[in-house]
């Protein structure tokens, strides 16, 4: 028990993170970060020491695409608007106000890789996590690993300068 508290309180902003990235909405983010741990917690005995990350990892993947599915049906039984549609509150400061142009060009620039590609490049530049680790995470080969990161990044780079073009920057 104690193996897996510490898994919780070291990994929870990991997760959380991976699976904002992977497009969970912000308002949804915790709800599926305490389904991953659920998941997790409950498959606690069969997790290999040192993997805890790894498994951690690859419950989120498939816990963000359960999301991304529930939300799709929602929307097409009701016209309600996204709430990552809506505009948030105006931030103080120019830091501050930098910082969430930055996070948006993220997101935007991650909405356009495929869920394959996104996994893999989030979670080795912004979690940096190894080739092997999200091997193990995502039931892929190193090789394939390789493979989608430098398709990702080729992608990512790609939207960004789009993006940027566009915005006039």
Do not use: C, N
Not at 74 to 101: F, I, K, N, T, Y
């Amino acid at each position: 028990m104690a193996r897996t508290h510490a898994v919780v309180v070291r990994d929870y902003a990991l997760v959380w993170r991976f699976l904002r990235r992977l497009g969970v909405p912000h308002d949804g983010v915790d709800d599926v970060a305490h389904l991953v741990f659920a998941r997790v917690l409950a498959r606690a005995e069969v997790i290999v020491p040192g993997f805890e990350r790894a498994y951690l990892m690859k419950a989120a993947y498939h816990a963000a695409f359960e999301s991304q599915r529930q939300r799709q049906r929602a929307r097409s039984r009701s016209a309600s608007v996204d709430p990552d549609e809506l505009s948030h509150p105006a931030l103080a400061g120019d830091e501050a106000l930098e910082q969430r142009r930055r996070r948006a060009l993220l997101d935007t620039a991650l909405d356009e890789l495929t869920p394959e590609a996104r996994a893999v490049f989030t979670l080795f530049e912004l979690e940096e996590m190894t080739f092997s680790e999200i091997a193990e995470a995502l039931s892929l080969p190193r090789g394939t690993v390789a493979s989608r990161l430098r398709r990702a990044r080729e992608l990512f780079t790609q939207a960004v300068r789009r993006l940027q073009r566009g915005a006039g920057q």
